[in-house]
């Protein structure tokens, strides 16, 4: 949990515990960008003091996705493929003029009108129903800490990950429940 309190989301699964995990991109205008590869149930929350609008990209077998106010579904959209397992695509999230706007490569794919105050103060992801989500965005906080779930009981999938040359100066901290290399 300190690990993932200190460091910047790169890699998270529904194998763990199916928690969001903070986020902290830059938000400017009232809008963030987050580059993010999932084959489904992307899962992204933004929150102010009192309300929380929960984004679900790819849901339902990728067929479907919907925005929750405070956990009650506002809108939802029938479409295929809007995750993509494959390939990055860089999803935008904008709230203007009483309006949240769901982007994806500059593109709207959905909107919904909100709270006409409404401010993004914190942000949350997760990906679900066995989804592995890889993201990356431009950090607020803690540039060079990221976490990366491991997605399975071998690491395997770790070391494949940081086998490419552009990770050759970073430092590698594997951590389990009772061993820390």
């Given at each position: 949990?300190y690990?993932?309190?200190?460091?910047?989301?790169?890699?998270t699964s529904?194998?763990g515990?199916?928690?969001?995990?903070r986020i902290t991109p830059m938000?400017?205008n009232?809008?963030?960008?987050?580059n993010?590869?999932a084959?489904?149930d992307?899962h992204?929350?933004?929150?102010?003091?009192?309300?929380?609008?929960e984004?679900?990209?790819?849901?339902?077998?990728?067929?479907?996705s919907?925005?929750?106010?405070?956990?009650?579904?506002?809108?939802?959209?029938?479409?295929?493929?809007?995750?993509?397992?494959?390939?990055e695509?860089?999803?935008?999230i904008?709230?203007?003029?009483?309006?949240?706007?769901i982007i994806k490569?500059?593109?709207?794919i959905?909107s919904?009108?909100?709270?006409p105050h409404?401010t993004?103060?914190?942000?949350?992801?997760?990906?679900?129903?066995?989804s592995?989500g890889?993201?990356?965005?431009a950090?607020?906080?803690?540039?060079?800490?990221?976490?990366m779930?491991?997605?399975?009981k071998?690491w395997k999938?770790y070391?494949n990950?940081?086998t490419d040359a552009?990770y050759?100066?970073?430092?590698?901290?594997?951590?389990?429940d009772?061993?820390?290399?």
């Open positions: 949990n690990i993932k309190s200190i460091s910047n989301l790169k890699r529904s194998f515990d199916g928690n969001y995990i938000i400017t009232n809008s963030f960008e987050c993010i590869r084959p489904n992307i992204i929350k933004v929150t102010n003091d009192n309300i929380e609008y984004i679900v990209l790819g849901g339902w077998k990728n067929t479907k919907v925005i929750r106010e405070n956990n009650c579904e506002i809108t939802s959209v029938i479409a295929d493929n809007i995750a993509d397992g494959y390939t695509n860089t999803f935008t904008t709230c203007e003029n009483g309006t949240l706007h490569n500059m593109q709207v959905m919904q009108k909100i709270h409404f993004i103060q914190n942000i949350y992801f997760k990906t679900g129903f066995g592995v890889d993201l990356t965005y950090t607020t906080q803690n540039k060079g800490f990221y976490f779930d491991t997605c399975e071998s999938n070391y990950h940081y552009k050759e100066n970073d430092i590698i901290l594997k951590c389990d009772d061993i820390v290399f």
